[in-house]
């Protein structure tokens, strides 16, 4: 039984990760930053119960998308911003 429940959170949190963009925000209704900050919390959340309840591969699955996460959001502030130019507005 344990098997299948964690086979199943593991194809949850795989289907929030798709869902984290702007489709997964316009389609749930809410902010692609609130969405972010939820998939966070859920991930914590489940590594702290999949150690408790020593599912070792559950607990894998959550630590290589927290370094996945961590390493898309380095990346995201270290980009230099792109060069934008000024709108040229027709009179």
Do not use: C, H
Not at 10 to 34: H, N
Not at 36 to 57: F, K, M
């Amino acid at each position: 039984m344990l098997k299948v429940l964690t086979i199943g959170v593991i194809v949850v949190l795989l289907a929030l990760r798709l869902l984290r963009g702007r489709f997964g925000a316009r389609l749930l209704g809410v902010s692609v930053r609130v969405l972010n900050v939820a998939y966070l919390i859920i991930l914590v959340l489940t590594g702290v119960l999949a150690g408790l309840l020593e599912q070792w591969v559950l607990l894998g699955v959550v630590v290589l998308l927290l370094v996945i996460s961590g390493m898309e959001e380095l990346r995201r502030r270290f980009r230099p911003a792109p060069d934008v130019a000024p709108s040229r507005r027709r009179s």
